[in-house]
């Protein structure tokens, strides 16, 4: 069971999520292992970078890959405190963020990339704790999105295990094209 296959579209080069309807522990497994993976495979896929490699756009218009690299922990942060929450309120109304507001702010420019790969890290830890030991039950909890409506744990699982994989292949892809 997967939840997107790849595609020529740049903006989506494993495909667009679409969610799992019915969601068994196998998956869910698999799913938590993406995510305990994805630090070391989007470290693996930004390793030895430039500069001006890490400036570059992963695609036209598109975010540069040091705005990735920032991103993705801002993103995780976030959706490990969605999972927190979703665990310990009934049905919580989350907020959102402006992904897009937040790459332009003035700190990611100024951080090194190394402190964001850090953080993800980190996150990742906690949060593939915090997933492995979740119960049968916790899984059917939801937390409500503002656009989305309820959401379970489970999909929120598979949501994320599908946006570590789809910002790496944005940037595996790249460094093909590039021949970096």
Do not use: C
């Not at 430039?50 to 756009?57: A, I, K, R, W």
């Not at 699982?157 to 970096?180: F, I, K, M, P, S």
């Amino acid at each position: 069971m997967t939840t997107a296959t790849e595609t020529a579209d740049p903006r989506y080069p494993v495909g667009r999520y679409r969610p799992e309807r019915e969601i068994d522990a196998d998956q869910r497994a698999d799913w938590i292992q993406q995510i305990a993976d994805a630090p070391a495979r989007f470290r693996q896929a930004v390793d030895g970078l430039s500069d001006d490699q890490l400036d570059t756009p992963y695609r036209d218009g598109g975010w540069t890959v040091r705005d990735l690299v920032h991103h993705l922990p801002d993103s995780h942060m976030n959706a490990y405190i969605r999972v927190k929450l979703g665990l310990t309120e009934e049905s919580p109304s989350i907020k959102t963020y402006d992904e897009a507001a937040w790459a332009v702010l003035p700190e990611p420019g100024i951080t090194p990339p190394e402190v964001s790969l850090a953080l993800l890290d980190a996150v990742h830890v906690r949060w593939v704790n915090t997933l492995r030991t979740m119960g049968e039950g916790d899984w059917s909890r939801t937390i409500q999105h503002p656009e989305w409506g309820a959401m379970r744990l489970d999909q929120l699982l598979g949501l994320y295990a599908w946006h570590g994989r789809h910002h790496v292949a944005h940037v595996t892809r790249l460094r093909e094209r590039n021949g970096w």
